[in-house]
């Protein structure tokens, strides 16, 4: 029987009999607008045209309505379906149904084009059942953007690659992504409730690795906050990604996208949210996004550029 992926049990049969839990009422500095207009429906139209699945609308972002009015969309290869069970991610969880799509990055290259876009995010699903964990498909979609629209800087945000030969990391890096992004989600103490499928040394010893294997390249990596941990676990967050070298830092508000999923410990407020970012710039990261609603592509392009420059008078 074929899956109905828009059923929440269907969507995720590993969380369908979790007791619920209740999702608190969002405060006012978290409220968003509804998603319209012709830019958000032009976004829509050719994503659809194309036959591309966004995070954006997977994950159930709060941002679509501003993101999407100004073209600005993240793709989301390898398929709709992962392979892990994170308790935070909206992403429908499973085996998935089908193999890469071999025409997929043409039509990723294709939408690119047709946006019109400077920056694109390319993100995925985890494919654990794929040897390479889609390694080559992440490097065959970075070319295929890159052959049609060569102006345009390319960030992906990966899987972790953790049941895969450590080599896969140099085919993605190899096809020289201007950005690479690998989110560590949240403090290590919480990996076995918000991540269990991942590990927190595995996934910073990734981002050490892509600076090893070209320095010029950036890094990136994002936490969610109001999960459950401490203000000295996010500053030893911040201290480990920079003894990894990692350039650029995002820290956002964990939203809970159904009763099944992990349950919001609070809301923090903005003024957190600016010491944070302050601390952070203070540690020595280049860029630093850290607001309620800061998601890893967020903004990616606008802070792309301020981080090249911050690179370039570091430099001077
Ligand atoms: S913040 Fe990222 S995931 Fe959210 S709508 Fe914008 S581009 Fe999409």
């Known amino acids: 029987m074929m899956r109905d992926l828009k059923i929440p049990a269907q969507r995720h ?10 999702q608190p009422k969002k405060p006012d500095w978290i409220r968003v607008k509804a998603p319209s207009g ?10 659809r045209d194309n036959g ?8 159930g972002c ?18 709709e379906v992962c392979t892990r069970a994170c308790t935070f991610c909206n992403i429908a969880t499973g085996k998935p149904p089908e193999d890469l799509d071999a025409f997929e990055p043409g ?49 992906i945000l990966t899987p972790d690659f953790i049941k895969c030969d450590p080599s896969v990391l140099e085919t993605v890096v190899e096809a020289r992504p201007d950005v ?42 994002g936490i969610m906050v109001g999960l459950g941990e401490d203000r000295q676990s996010v500053m030893q967050v911040m201290e480990d990604m920079r003894a990894a070298d990692i350039d650029f830092l995002t820290i956002g508000q964990y939203l809970q996208p159904t009763p099944k999923h992990h349950a919001v410990d609070r ?25 309620p609603l800061t998601r890893s592509s967020y903004h990616a392009g606008d802070d792309f550029a301020r981080m090249r420059s911050a690179r370039q008078a570091k430099m001077a």
């Open 13 to 22: 049969p590993e969380k369908a009999r979790r007791q619920d839990n209740p």
């Open 38 to 47: 012709k830019g958000y429906e032009t976004t829509r139209d050719i994503m």
């Open 52 to 59: 591309l699945v966004t995070v954006c609308e997977e994950a």
């Open 62 to 79: 709060p941002n679509v309505g501003e993101c999407w009015s100004q073209g600005h969309a993240t793709m989301m290869i390898m398929g």
């Open 107 to 155: 039509r990723v290259a294709h939408a690119v084009e047709k946006l019109g876009l400077n920056h694109v995010v390319i993100t995925s699903v985890d494919r654990d059942d794929i040897t390479d964990g889609g390694a080559d498909h992440f490097a065959q979609t970075i070319r295929a953007v890159r052959h049609r629209s060569p102006d345009t800087t390319i960030e």
């Open 180 to 221: 690479f992004n690998h989110n560590l989600e949240t403090v290590p103490g919480l990996y076995p409730e918000v991540r269990p499928g991942a590990r927190y040394f595995h996934s910073l010893r990734l981002l050490q690795r892509v600076k090893e294997l070209d320095p010029m390249m950036f890094t990136k990596s």
């Open 267 to 291: 809301f923090v407020h903005p003024d957190e949210f600016a010491a944070y970012e302050k601390a952070a710039y203070g540690k020595g990261f280049l860029m630093v996004s850290a607001t």
